[in-house]
């Protein structure tokens, strides 16, 4: 089954909520859903491992509850992160349970398999994959994923390098598929932009941390609220791959924000003054500046809709921008 028909007549607006580690769970996931956008959260949040069979169920049987209840506006699907990196030793288990729960979309993580996408493939599932660059995106599709996640500059915890419009640019000149952008997007009309620049969904994670479903301590979630795009710490010490992090729970955490070294073979198990990657050193993106307070999933998502349909508006009532014309806007019908 496509993406498309997965989705169709299911979101509000073109949005999919970026799992969390750690913070990600099946109550944040099914607010997202109800709201009308596509929630998420990595198979590896459920622990011990057994506990996944568990919160696929909760989440197919309340999503089922909502739907019945409200078919006027049935809810979005939801989707698993795999980390599919061979450290991953649980990475069979959670496939199983994902092809046994016929889960809608599966997103790919830190590599692409082959076997992993026919599996999702065998009962009709989606799989997107994300990447950095445009040679890890070719991979991904070569090895039979069916979309990506094109993950730029000021995106949330592991995040690549590169400005969002070069690396859609340079996706789209060789792949129409399914494309969602990740990178500071945090308001409606950045949603616009980014199907502006080429992509065809805005993957948004961050804002998502100060809401009353996601499971981040109180610290945490007004960190978020408190912070603007440069509290925003870019760095590899804390897992070995280039990530952005709060600043104030790296000072929490004993260490200079602005004078940390390069991570070396130890990293993959940080700890300094008992302080670990994710826990305590607290991911986020630069978008966060715009919000503003800790609210339910649903009224973030509704600011959202809000927002971007006033910039649909603004966009459709600017006639005479240019004497080009009006910009054309890339929409697909999901």
Not at 77 to 106: E, G, M, T, Y
Not at 134 to 143: L, N, S, W, Y
Not at 146 to 164: E, K, Q, T, W, Y
Request: hydrophobic fraction near 50%; include cysteine.
């Amino acid at each position: 089954m496509t993406l498309d028909a997965h989705l169709k007549g299911r979101l509000r607006i073109p949005v999919i909520g970026a799992p969390l580690f750690i913070l990600s769970g099946p109550e944040l996931v099914i607010a997202q859903c109800k709201a009308g956008i596509v929630g998420a959260f990595p198979a590896l949040n459920a622990r011990p491992a057994a506990v996944l069979d568990a919160w696929l169920s909760q989440i197919r049987d309340e999503l089922a509850a909502h739907d019945a209840a409200h078919p006027e506006r049935p809810s979005a699907p939801f989707a698993v992160n795999q980390i599919v990196h061979k450290s991953n030793d649980r990475l069979a288990h959670d496939v199983a349970l994902c092809v046994r729960h016929k889960v809608p979309i599966v997103i790919t993580s830190l590599g692409a398999r082959a076997d992993v996408n026919e599996a999702v493939h065998s009962y009709g599932g989606t799989v997107l994959h994300d990447v950095i660059n445009v040679a890890f995106a070719r991979k991904a599709i070569e090895k039979g994923a069916d979309g990506l996640i094109a993950v730029a500059a000021g995106a949330g915890g592991h995040a690549g390098r590169l400005s969002p419009f070069a690396l859609v640019q340079e996706i789209r000149a060789w792949f129409d598929g399914p494309l969602a952008l990740s990178g500071a997007i945090a308001t409606g009309a950045s949603i616009l932009a980014a199907q502006a620049a080429g992509a065809d969904f805005a993957y948004i994670g961050s804002p998502f941390i100060a809401t009353d479903e996601a499971r981040a301590s109180v610290d945490y979630k007004q960190a978020v609220v408190d912070a603007k795009a440069g509290d925003i710490v870019y760095s590899s010490l804390f897992t070995g791959i280039h990530g952005n992090y709060l600043r104030r729970s790296i000072v929490n955490a004993g260490l200079d924000p602005d004078a940390l070294p390069e991570a070396d073979a130890s990293t993959m198990n940080f700890s300094a003054a008992g302080a670990k990657a994710w826990r305590d050193i607290w991911g986020a993106g630069q978008g966060i500046g715009v919000v503003d307070a800790v609210v339910p999933a649903g009224v973030r998502v509704a600011r959202l809709v809000a927002e971007y349909e006033a910039a649909v508006r603004g966009l459709a009532g600017q006639t005479a921008l240019s004497s080009w014309g009006a910009p054309q806007v890339r929409t697909r019908d999901p």
